[in-house]
RNA sequence: GGGCGCUUAGCUCAGCGGUAGAGCACUCGCCUUACAAGCGAGGGGUCACUGGUUCGAACCCAGUAGCGCCCA
């Protein structure tokens, strides 16, 4: 058995660990150990069959790096998988990256930009190449980031979205909608983002109130004239119609009229439309039809022309004076121009409005009438909606289900294509005549063909992430083994786009089947006061920061500690050190535990041989065991450390080691057996919260080759103790009693005091030595004379304080706990002389009452004698 | 504008019908041979507000206020 030195120090166990388990291949899964039943995340039995448990990693962008978030969802992920790998089951943990199109392409042309090149220097294929480069430099760092974590995935299946097989799975899926009729080519008005100038889908554009300006413009004159309100002036110039509402009495008479267009002389028509809004500003709207998703319906209802004023980059490409400004500059241009002509009729600015920006870059979209891919999602959505509804898969904690019903339930059709050079090319060919081809994996376009120059959307094949990694569309036996997936854990921020593009990719590509059977969804970290991290506010937590000072584990336990299913998780470095206190509490535990010889290997002798320390500790880690599997059903992770955190802590450390030592000293030789298999066992449970501390140091308990191979503990039902559990909580109930005078008596923790205890026919009898041990209290002398008296639950205790005690301290601890007793006398008196009370509660009620009552009184009789026999002053 | 959630000790959060809890922070005393990253003891809360239901409400219902998130 290696020396242990007396504090815990990661650094130097975290990277052996890792390595060790990796070259022994535990994180390595066996499809051919799996059954092919799937077994319920968590798991309701242990069963002895090997049933699969899988969990897909939600893939990191490969060109970012893993905050503090990601060690949250890591966390979660590995605790429950290793859990599921020590309860016996074919246990997966799939890692990987997704491509992140626009975000790699960013980062990449902003490199090229430092050396004052573009992409379009390079060309395509150079471009590409260039971007794998940085992939294998920005990917190998976030790998570097899981291993520091101790995350326990199968490094033998790691993917990437642009993988080979990956790829493949991605014009499979694309071929099959296509030929479903699900994947359609269409103009329409997108989210276009004038700085990465691609396409973004709804969810790729974030929305702000952001200040801007209303200007009320008059269009037309005398009685024919007709104001509208716009936030984005400069679109009037692609103006090609006025809409009102049909039954608005204000303007019926212009409806079929025409009015002139300022500025460029174009006469408009004034057309009637269901969907405007009377009450909003005049009740009568400009109509852009190319430059905004509700006036291109409304153009659509009345077959207006389409008149696009702006080119890729938001630069105006018509009408003269306004020709090359960009749109910013054009806005205020065309109001001063129209304002010159009189038009203006009012402006309000600043004013407050939802403005779209774009996820990657922060640009304000620009809607963008275009040609582009779409997938229909309708009976997708509704597969996807139904398979939640129905229970096949649930989301956890159900509160948020609402959410992802409210998203797929009114889903928009999604533009797939974006106009990068970084992605999965759309398999489509363009012939000589117009011809479109869709081509599957194994097919060759025909020649003279040409392939759409665009690239899918990054979540296209991030939506197949649950079933491309296992293999699909070829039928592998990782496939049929882990999928469906047990578990899918990430953060409710994402659950209704990635999560619900899965499920809709899931069902339709697996014969109804649905990814996961449970959707676990956690917060967001944030700091000690609630608030999000972000770089501006300087509160951001690095993951690997606190590794490095606190350890991984310390650093997992802080963010599982705060996890409740849902809710954002707060964190803050004085929580860290506290969890670090905890690993080095269990670190020191263990330690006394294998100074004293803790015996693992021999069986737990029977409770009869066992004295009432045994049982009651016995008693207390199989309810807390059971507890931990329970809260593991509910995916309660604080839940689950803050039970082990109290077991190992109060109990075991404060209570159990200490009487242990007196056990020992007295030569009760089982007491090692109960000591290794309580440390067996609590070292078992928390090895998924804290995997390195336990792995170091049940090793050195069990001489076995890693905790990570050892079996989950099961809650021993035949040792739960009552009378046990009754006997030392009296005894410690006695001894914090005796402290506590102690303590107000300003005695010091190692003074040894005479004390006459009277134990006969208490539960307390056969604890003397411990309790004279504990409380330092000497046998009485034959010329033994108290100076105090104390009663605790009907024991007397008369100690010897060597000297005039404290009279005025005696006091005010005597009233304050008179006070107490008196309050508890005065409101159980209230309820007992309560009939209405007494006839409808319940009989435990009343009878824990009447018992509380009994108890008080005999406390107020106590401490009333004891003060009057105090000495005055 | 629509929807959801939150408001409990200084901070972050549990508790969700029957005596208000935890961690950290705070006060006092201790190097008591596993651990000072520790040990012992202690202080601290009209459970946002107003009504209602109930024998009984932090907990259920209604309303009010403040905060947050999502969607438009």
Same mark, same amino acid.
């Given at each position: 058995m290696p020396e242990l030195p007396t504090q815990y120090a990661p650094a130097d166990v975290e990277t052996r660990s890792y390595e060790r388990w990796v070259s022994r291949g535990y994180f390595t899964a066996d499809p051919?150990?799996? =059954? *092919?039943?799937g077994v319920e995340p968590g798991g309701a039995e242990q069963s002895g069959a090997r049933e699969p448990y899988s969990v897909v990693l939600p @893939?990191?962008?490969?060109?970012g790096s893993l905050h503090i978030g990601h060690a949250l969802d890591h966390s979660i992920q590995d605790a429950l998988t290793r859990r599921a790998r020590m309860r016996g089951h074919a246990t997966l943990w799939l890692p990987g990256m997704d491509h992140a199109g626009i975000a790699t392409q960013n980062v990449v042309e902003r490199e090229l930009a430092k050396e004052g090149l573009s992409r379009h220097d390079l060309g395509r294929e150079a471009f590409v190449e260039r971007v794998w480069q940085w992939k294998e430099e920005s990917g190998g760092r976030i790998l570097g980031q899981m291993k520091k974590l101790g995350d326990g995935v199968d490094w033998s299946r790691e993917r990437f979205t642009m993988d080979p097989g990956l790829s493949k799975a991605v014009q499979t899926i694309f071929k099959r909608l296509f030929d479903d009729g699900l994947i359609y080519r269409a103009e329409r008005i997108i989210n276009w983002c004038p700085r990465c100038l691609t396409a973004l889908s709804d969810i790729e554009v974030e929305h702000s109130e952001d200040e801007g300006e209303l200007v009320s413009i008059r269009y037309g004159?005398?009685? +024919?004239a007709i104001i509208v309100a716009t936030t984005?002036?400069?679109?009037m110039l692609g103006d090609t119609a006025v809409a009102v509402h049909p039954a608005d009495e204000r303007y019926r008479h212009l409806i079929g009229t025409e009015v002139e267009l300022p500025l460029t002389g174009r006469m408009i028509p004034i057309v009637a439309d269901e969907?405007? &809004?009377? +009450?909003?500003?005049?009740g009568a709207v400009k109509v852009t039809p190319a430059h905004d998703p509700n006036d291109f319906e409304i153009g659509r209802r009345h077959s207006l022309p389409s008149i696009t004023v702006m080119d890729e980059r938001g630069t105006i490409t018509v009408h /003269?004076?306004?020709?090359?400004?960009d749109r910013f500059e054009a806005r205020p241009a065309v109001v001063a121009a129209l304002r010159a002509e009189g038009r203006i009729v009012a402006e309000k600015r600043p004013y407050l409005h939802a403005v779209g920006h %774009? *996820?990657? %870059?922060k640009t304000v979209v620009e809607p963008r009438l275009s040609l582009q891919w779409f997938v229909d999602v309708s009976p997708l959505a509704k597969a996807a909606g139904d398979a939640v509804r129905d229970g096949r898969t649930r989301i956890? @904690?159900?509160?948020?289900a609402k959410r992802y019903f409210d998203w797929v339930d009114d889903m928009h059709d999604w %533009? !797939? =294509?974006?106009?990068?050079?970084? /992605?999965?090319?759309?398999p489509v060919w363009y012939g000589p005549d117009g011809e479109i081809v869709c081509v599957g994996p194994d097919e060759q376009p025909p020649a003279g063909y040409v392939q759409d120059p665009d690239v899918l959307d990054t979540w296209f094949s991030s939506g197949l992430w649950p079933f491309s990694t296992l293999g699909w569309p070829e039928k592998t036996a990782d496939l049929a083994a882990?999928?469906?997936? *047990?578990v899918l854990v990430t953060g409710y921020d994402i659950l209704f786009f990635w999560v619900a593009r899965m499920m809709m990719f899931g069902l339709y590509a697996m014969? /109804?089947?649905?990814?996961?059977r449970v959707v676990a969804l956690h917060g967001m970290v944030r700091d000690q006061y609630g608030k999000k991290m972000s770089k501006s506010f300087g509160n951001v937590v690095d993951p690997l920061d606190w590794i490095e000072r606190y350890g991984a584990d310390a650093t997992r336990f802080t963010l599982l500690r705060g996890a409740n299913p849902g809710s954002d998780v707060a964190i803050s470095e004085e929580w860290a050190a506290g969890s670090r206190n905890f690993c080095n509490k269990i670190w020191n535990a263990t330690r006394f535990a294998l100074l004293n010889g $803790?015996?693992?290997a021999a069986p737990l002798p029977d409770s009869a041989e066992l004295t009432a320390s045994d049982r009651w500790i016995l008693s207390r880690l199989a309810s807390v065991t059971a507890s931990v599997d329970a809260a593991y059903e509910e995916f309660e992770f604080a839940k689950v450390a803050d039970l082990l955190y109290h077991f190992a802590? &109060?109990?075991? %450390? &404060?209570w159990y080691v200490e009487l242990a030592k007196i056990q020992i000293a007295a030569g009760h030789e089982h007491t090692k057996l109960v000591l290794g298999h309580v440390f067996d066992a609590l070292l078992r449970l928390l090895h998924p919260l804290a995997p390195f501390v336990t792995e170091e140091l049940w090793r050195a308990l069990s /001489? +076995?080759? =890693?905790i990570m191979v050892a079996e989950w503990p099961t809650a021993? +039902?035949?040792? !739960?103790d009552a009378v046990a559990e009754a006997e030392i909580g009296a005894v410690q109930n006695l001894i914090t009693e005796v402290r506590r005078f102690r303590s107000d008596q300003g005695l010091k923790p190692g003074q040894r005091v005479a004390a006459r205890l009277d134990?006969?026919?208490?539960?307390?009898a056969s604890h003397e030595r411990a309790i004279r041990t504990l409380l330092r209290l000497d046998e009485p002398a034959d010329s033994f004379a108290p100076t105090a008296r104390l009663t605790v639950a009907s024991v007397v205790v008369e100690l010897d304080?060597?000297? $005039? !005690?404290d009279v005025a301290a005696e006091r005010k601890r005597l009233e304050k706990d008179l006070a107490t007793a008196r309050k508890e006398a005065a409101q159980s008196e209230a309820k007992l002389g309560n009939e209405q009370f007494m006839a409808k509660a319940p009989d435990d009620v009343v009878a824990k009452v009447r018992a509380r009552q009994t108890q008080a009184l005999a406390d107020i009789a106590r401490l009333e004698a004891q003060l009057a026999a105090l000495p005055a002053g």
């Open positions: 051919g150990e799996a =059954s *092919s039943a @893939p990191p962008n490969v060109t004159d005398g009685e +024919a984005r002036a400069e679109t969907h405007v &809004d009377p +009450a909003f500003g005049t /003269g004076p306004f020709l090359g400004l %774009c *996820s990657r %870059c956890h @904690p159900p509160e948020l %533009c !797939i =294509s974006r106009q990068l050079w970084w /992605g999965h090319r759309i882990f999928y469906p997936t *047990s014969d /109804g089947q649905p990814p996961f $803790a015996n693992v802590w &109060d109990e075991v %450390c &404060d /001489g +076995a080759e =890693s021993d +039902a035949t040792r !739960i134990l006969e026919g208490t539960p307390l304080t060597v000297g $005039a !005690i």
